[in-house]
């Protein structure tokens, strides 16, 4: 298995509702990554973890919580978004270093209305 | 500290003609490159990546990029353009320090028939 499963595929929310997004990889990757992608713009970084601990938060806002609650499966929760998170979030594992190029998964497309 | 520098935002080819895609990065330490596609709507695909071994790298679908350390480039080009490669570009490079890549604005890519 060489690939990144996410789900859902698309999501709508409402300003006032929780949900979650989940990402799930076999390849035995030990660093596990949540990415934001803006139209037309390239992605960017929010968490990472690594041996399921986090160890980077690029200072996101409070309202998106990752968990990694083994080391295949890494969730997004999100609670309370904005309109101006709606975005492509994108999930990405790679090995304990990044010399061998992440693996990204074909992402969840979120809008907050 | 890293960053990558694409010098062209939008490509436009014959189809069965040469497509080139120019990178110039800057790191402060021996870099990982790598070249990254993402089609309408979907995940990134690593196109390939250079690691400090071989100076000409060939990736899939026919795309190599070459490493020179003089220029700080790392160019992408592909001898004959198909519809099929009409997407959004990026290229990307990690300086090994930490887990964190610095992608390029990224290039759009259109193949005219």
Partial sequence: DTEVTQTPKHLVMGMTNKKSLKCEQHMGHRAMYWYKQKAKKPPELMFVYSYEKLSINESVPSRFSPECPNSSLLNLHLHALQPEDSALYLCASSQETEIYGYTFGSGTRLTVV | ?113
Wanted: hydrophobic share 35%; charged share 15%; glycine share 6%.
């Fill in chain 2, 1 to 113: 500290a890293q960053s990558v520098t694409q010098l062209d935002s939008h490509v436009s080819v014959s189809e069965g003609t040469p497509v080139l895609l120019r990178c110039n990065y800057s790191s402060s330490y021996s870099p990982s490159l790598f070249w990254y596609v993402q089609h309408p709507n979907k995940g990134l695909q690593l196109l390939l990546k250079y690691t400090s071994a071989a100076t000409l790298v060939k990736g899939i679908n026919g795309f190599e990029a070459e490493f020179k350390k003089s220029e700080t480039s790392f160019h992408l080009t592909k001898p004959s353009a198909h519809m099929s490669d009409a997407a959004e570009y990026f290229c990307v490079v990690s300086d090994r320090v930490d887990y964190k890549l610095s992608f390029g604005a990224g290039t759009t890519v259109t193949v005219r028939a």
